[in-house]
């Protein structure tokens, strides 16, 4: 096992799965916090369609999302004969596959946490002189921070994860996911434990900063 | 500051407000109904929560109906003190302040003054889920204080709050809004309330204004019932009563009013003038000059007497003296009293419920 531990493709591998999963989830985030904000506080006619259209890649197999992506995305598709950048088999590939199926994650616990904070705060916030995006600022995004900081690590913890669209989109180059793939294809399971140990420990990780940054918040604000 | 609303009207399908006309100065309105009478929209209309079908409001002469919320610099404390649970007290305070409005001098000034008046300064830095329901609405109300509003709207502030620290923070209310000199809207239907507060009232029932005038109009317009039988109840419940201190001792106070020297029970400083509410039930009516351990007892005459099923209402009158004492039909035959007798009113010193006081 320390020998696999060694292998330079497993670390690049994982160096890259954190390098995507952090970029996927900013540009997640870019879209996907706002978008969460007006899914909870406005009524609109195209509300139900958005709401499907987040939720699909929860529904849709993997694969099948993958295979959706390279519809769009793929060499042979309107965008890909229409702009010279090669968007599957390259990092920008991976990224569109994590993004995708990460934003649910990202935006569903996000939208609840805005539904959660009571709508006078936002009112009373207005009738002391702020304007509505200052509002959106100074209330809601920081009564929104546990959902946020949860939304954001679920995205991200979902994007290193990422298997199924990532295959269709980018085999090459490989991602954490796609290496314990492909040595377990190869050599068995014994071959893909190095990768798996890994990605336990990122997810420990990850969710012990979580932990203390709740708790910090809890002994500050007393929730 | 002058406050005016011309007509103003607002349909929510079953329920249509209005139209509403109303002037407030620079004093203190208070707004009486009953529950779905339209109190709370209506002081939404005033903040720009809502936005009225028609009419005009007009603040300082300037049209305001279409501002948005937040030009309108209104001062608004709801009934849920609603204070930002991520910021402690003092940033609660500063919220709706500029940065460099927090660091100019004359604000800051300002700003502790508001603290001090308020006496909220042991209260700075704690979380808002540390402090009690009436402290929350103290620093809610400073946090619109220190913005200089141009009006206060004021939505049952002291409903959440225990009778004891109400009755408190109700005199202490008074106080605080007399000094800021702003059109102050104050929405209730705690009688006391009214006797607290009020420069001014007006009297809301299903969407519309059916009474207003001030304090003094509407309680010698007692004898004329209204349509509302809420209104009736509210106003006829007490005698409302307005004196002088003379003297305090031992947690004894005593006032005048007129000539007429009266008794309650409370710490008040000499020559301040208190407002008391004596419930018309609590006095007791006796021919005779009785031996009694009750401090008030006041020769009157009887002025007026208002029949209701088995109660009566008799009008008494001594001087500037006005009270009103509520007894069975039977007691009144057992007391055989008829219009124009003279009568002793008797009450304890701990009857009158003293509500407003105004310092010299």
């Known amino acids: 096992m320390v020998e696999s531990l060694k292998r330079n493709e497993i670390l690049d591998s994982v160096i890259l799965s954190l390098t995507t999963a952090t970029i996927s989830t900013i540009l997640v985030s870019i879209f996907g916090i706002p978008l969460a904000f007006v899914l909870a506080r406005f009524q609109f006619k195209a509300k139900f369609l958005i709401r499907m ?99 954001l690590l679920m995205a991200w913890i979902r994007s290193i994860g990422e298997l199924g669209a990532t295959i269709m989109m980018a085999y090459n180059p490989h991602t954490v996911s796609i290496q314990i793939f492909e040595d377990s294809a190869i050599g068995g399971i014994r071959n893909s434990v190095a990768g798996i140990i890994l990605v336990i420990i990122i997810a420990l990780v990850a969710l012990t900063i979580f932990v203390l940054i709740r708790r910090q918040r809890v002994l500050k604000f007393g929730w | 500051m002058v406050l005016e609303l011309v007509n103003v009207t607002k349909n929510f399908g079953k329920f249509v407000l209005g139209p509403l006309n109303l002037t407030v100065n620079n004093d203190v309105m208070v707004i009486l109904g009953p529950t779905g009478s339209g109190k709370t929209s209506l002081i939404n209309l005033i903040a720009g929560i809502l936005m009225p079908d028609n009419g005009n409001i007009i603040l300082n002469g300037i049209e305001i109906t279409n501002q948005p919320i937040e030009k309108r610099k209104v001062g608004y404390v709801f009934q849920d003190p609603s204070l930002f649970p991520h910021l402690n007290v003092y940033n609660n305070i500063l919220f709706g302040l500029r940065r460099k409005e927090r660091e100019s001098k004359e604000k800051i000034i300002h700003i502790k003054k508001i603290i001090d008046d308020l006496d909220i300064t042991h209260l700075l830095d704690r979380r808002i889920d540390d402090l009690s329901g009436g402290e929350k609405q103290k620093v809610s109300l400073a946090r619109i204080l220190v913005l200089n509003p141009n009006i206060i709207l004021m939505d049952e502030p002291l409903s959440h709050i225990d009778f004891l620290a109400r009755d408190k923070l109700r005199i202490e209310l008074r106080s605080i809004l007399r000094k800021q000199q702003i059109p102050t809207i104050y929405v209730t239907h705690f009688e006391e309330d009214i006797y607290a507060l009020a420069d001014s009232i007006a009297f809301l029932d299903k969407g519309k204004v059916e009474e207003s005038g001030t304090l003094k109009e509407i309680l010698n317009s007692y004898i004329r019932p209204t349509s509302s039988l809420f209104f009736n109840k509210i106003i006829s419940a007490s005698n409302y009563l307005t004196g002088e201190v003379t003297k305090c001792q031992n947690d004894l106070t005593e006032f005048k009013i007129g000539s007429i020297i009266l008794y309650t029970i409370g710490k008040f400083l000499p020559k301040s003038k208190i407002g008391l509410i004596v419930k018309r039930e609590d006095i007791i009516l006796s021919k005779e000059k009785i031996r009694t351990s009750a401090r008030n007892i006041v020769f009157v005459k009887i002025v007026d007497m208002v029949k209701t099923d088995n109660i009566i209402d008799v009008y008494l009158k001594s001087g500037d003296l006005n009270l009103i004492s509520r007894i069975t039909r039977s007691a009144a035959e057992d007391l055989k009293i008829e219009i124009g007798d003279n009568i002793y009113a008797v009450f304890k010193a701990s009857i009158p419920h003293p509500i407003r006081e105004e310092k010299e």
């Open chain 1, 53 to 151: 259209i987040v939720i699909l890649p929860l529904v849709l197999p993997p694969l099948a999302s993958g295979t959706m992506l390279l519809g769009v995305f793929g060499p042979y598709s309107f965008l890909g004969k229409m702009i010279p950048i090669e968007f599957t088999q390259s990092v920008l590939g991976i990224v569109i596959a994590q993004t995708y199926v990460a934003s649910p994650f990202l935006i569903l616990p996000i939208q609840a946490a805005f539904e959660s904070i009571p709508e006078r705060y936002e009112t009373v916030a207005r009738t002391l002189g702020k304007k509505k995006w200052q509002v959106f600022f100074t209330v809601s995004l920081p009564l929104a921070k546990i959902g946020i900081l949860i939304g």
